[in-house]
């Protein structure tokens, strides 16, 4: 079992900065993919960042590409979210998922097997 649990949302005026935490325990995450999704309210979730722990290849949906950047601090076995030049559109509620890595390729639309409570993201205009 991993267990998840995020951090860092808040309310942030538009164009500022916000860096969101994912912590794991349980088990260390270097054979997981670690992903971050939202989901606005009436929308459905989607995928924002993943990183694959061994190796930290990473990607982005189109949405944040070039704003948000996603990086893991091995020895804590936290997987963090940088997310600058914030846009109203960005307000959601954030989860980092995790996913073995041998679940597949497409680490958009994959099956996570294990979801943090998520963290409230606001950007005011």
Do not use: H
Not at 4 to 15: D, I, N, P, R, T
Not at 50 to 60: F, H, L, P, R, V
């Amino acid at each position: 079992q991993v267990q998840l649990v995020e951090s860092g949302g808040g309310l942030v005026q538009a164009g500022g900065s916000l860096r969101l935490s994912c912590a794991a325990s349980g088990r260390t995450l270097n054979n997981y993919i670690t992903g971050w999704f939202r989901q606005a309210p009436g929308k459905e979730r989607e995928f924002v960042s993943a990183i694959i722990w061994s190796g930290g290849s990473t990607y982005y949906a189109e949405s944040v590409k070039g704003r948000f950047t996603i990086s893991r601090y091995n020895a804590k076995n936290t997987v963090y979210l940088q997310m600058n030049s914030l846009k109203p559109e960005d307000t959601a509620v954030y989860y980092c998922a995790a996913a073995p890595l041998t679940r597949g390729v497409n680490v958009a639309t994959m099956k996570y097997d294990y979801w943090g409570q998520g963290t409230q993201v606001t950007v005011s205009s």
